[in-house]
């Protein structure tokens, strides 16, 4: 049984939500406030959270941070926030989804199980990946650059598997955006965008000149060993 934590103020759709995961097999714990959430999340560890921007005490944004602080729980983030900018920064931030509301129940539970899935353990064990640069333990999830271990979230683990099933290869932005967030997101390469730049800036010695995680423009991404 998977537990997923619910942050929103909005009560009547927290009780919606709680009724519908909860029918569906899924343990379910709520927060009205960034605050409440982030102590839930601490005492609990869902397998996944959902969060509103628009909470009273602090934006949705300093729960996403929170979260990414300690843990590698996917995070999906809900928002009446329909701009890009707020988009780019609620998945600059660590959030694996972005929702905006109005939206369907069943759209939203296609995204928890996409995200959920995301954040499974492999079901096969992967090789070790090694550049001049960073090594990544695939079957483990670490990777290491010089210094040491570096932090990745499920999303970034899961566009690197992709590109590590094919080293050297052109995988385009369609394969990625459908292998990592499902057939309904082959447009929104925004999400690459965001999430290769945390890529680059994890473990590229220069993010601004890279060497092994390339952009080939309008077409795809690249890993070279």
Same mark, same amino acid.
């Given at each position: 049984? &998977? ?10 759709? #927290?009780?919606? #939500? ?8 899924? $343990? ?19 397998? @996944? ?9 602090? *934006? ?10 300690? &843990? ?6 809900? &928002? ?13 931030? +660590? ?20 995200? @959920?899935?995301?954040?499974? !353990? !492999? ?6 990946? =090694?550049? *001049?640069?960073?090594?990544? *333990?695939? =079957? ?15 999303? %970034?683990?899961?566009?690197? %598997?992709?590109?590590?099933? &094919?080293?050297?290869? @052109?995988?385009?932005?369609? $394969? ?5 967030? +499902?057939?309904?997101? %082959? ?17 590229? !010695? ?20």
């Amino acid at each position: 049984m &998977s537990r997923i934590l619910l942050v929103d103020d909005d009560e009547p759709l #927290l009780r919606a #939500l709680r009724i519908n995961l909860t029918a569906r097999g899924y $343990q379910v714990d709520t927060a009205g406030t960034a605050t409440g959430g982030l102590i839930s999340a601490g005492n609990h560890h869902p397998d @996944l959270a959902i969060v509103d921007l628009g909470l009273p005490d602090l *934006d949705g944004i300093e729960v996403v941070k929170g979260l990414r602080a300690w &843990s590698d729980v996917p995070i999906i983030v809900l &928002s009446a926030r329909h701009t890009e900018p707020a988009k780019v920064a609620a998945l600059d931030a +660590g959030a694996d989804d972005y929702v905006t509301k109005p939206f369907g129940v069943d759209e939203l539970l296609a995204r928890i199980r996409a995200a @959920l899935r995301r954040g499974a !353990p !492999p079901a096969a064990p992967a090789p070790i990946v =090694t550049t *001049d640069a960073f090594v990544l *333990d695939l =079957t483990a999830k670490r990777a290491t650059v010089p210094t040491g271990e570096v932090h990745l979230t499920p999303t %970034e683990w899961h566009l690197l %598997e992709v590109l590590a099933r &094919s080293p050297g290869t @052109l995988v385009e932005h369609r $394969q990625l955006l459908r292998e990592v967030w +499902g057939p309904r997101y %082959e447009t929104e390469t925004n999400y690459l965008r965001v999430h290769f730049a945390n890529l680059r800036r994890k473990l590229e !010695p220069d993010p601004a000149n890279p060497r092994h995680l390339l952009t080939h423009p309008g077409l795809g991404y690249r890993l070279e060993l």
